[in-house]
């Protein structure tokens, strides 16, 4: 009788890749001005709805604060949004949009203040989406909070909204959450994402608040990694 040792049919699998946090590069390659080098004329993710953008031209500002209630001076965020039509600059965005508008962002915080900005239009409600022409999985499809609520045409549209990633040093995997307007109260109410949250004060960490300046409307965003009030993450 032959006998195989199972031990040698057993799966090989490749040691994991340590993981690493963002910094202290994150800048020099993703934002290489903001870092002292002049690589490129025009930064990339500088300019968000180009000039012929129609809409609401508004300011939005924040900080990151840590879970002692310091900003974060070194974050890197994105911005992803639809325009004031509610379609975003994507093949299955829902329709055309203006050009120019790229509907994507990327800013740094300030290294001395920890404050963060940046100029766009005001995003449209949402649409509801009927199919997906690119074969999403399903099960992205029924997770994803950008997905949820757009699966068929009858549904609430979701309410103006961006979409925010923001990576730092001491972050391992890079953080998306939404921020939401104050003066859509009414959409906010309805939209299928916001009410994933079961708690209305952990709704409310995602709601930015307005003011005017100079004539110009400015919302405020204050990102809380940790503590009380922790902003609400997806899990994308």
């Excluded at 949009?97 to 239009?121: A, C, L, N, P, Q």
């Excluded at 757009?150 to 939404?178: C, S, Y």
């Excluded at 204050?222 to 503590?227: A, S």
Aim: charged fraction near 25%; proline fraction near 6%; avoid cysteine.
């Amino acid at each position: 009788m032959k006998i195989v040792d199972a031990r040698a049919n057993r799966p090989q699998y490749l040691p994991e890749t340590a993981s690493q946090t963002a910094g202290p590069y994150v800048h020099i390659g993703l934002a290489p001005g903001a870092a002292g080098f002049r690589i490129f004329d025009r930064e990339l993710g500088w300019d968000i709805a180009g000039p012929n953008a129609a809409g609401e031209r508004i300011r939005v500002e924040g900080l990151v604060i840590d879970g002692t209630g310091s900003p974060v001076k070194d974050v890197l965020i994105e911005v992803w949004q639809a325009n004031a039509a509610g379609i975003y600059a994507h093949p299955e965005g829902g329709g055309e949009v203006e050009d120019g508008f790229r509907g994507w962002g990327r800013v740094i915080t300030d290294f001395e203040t920890g404050e963060w900005g940046f100029d766009t239009v005001k995003p449209g409600p949402v649409r509801a989406r009927g199919r997906m022409e690119s074969g999403v999985a399903q099960r992205v499809r029924d997770s994803h909070p950008d997905w949820q609520g757009r699966a068929q045409e009858d549904n609430v549209p979701m309410a103006p909204h961006l979409n925010l990633w923001i990576v730092a040093r001491g972050i391992n995997i890079g953080l998306n959450t939404r921020m939401y307007f104050d003066d859509e109260a009414a959409a906010n109410t309805a939209d299928p994402v916001l009410n994933l949250i079961e708690w209305e004060r952990r709704r409310a960490t995602l709601i930015a608040r307005r003011t005017v300046r100079d004539g110009t409307p400015v919302y405020r965003f204050d990102i809380r990694l940790q503590g009380e009030d922790e902003t609400v993450f997806f899990d994308v």
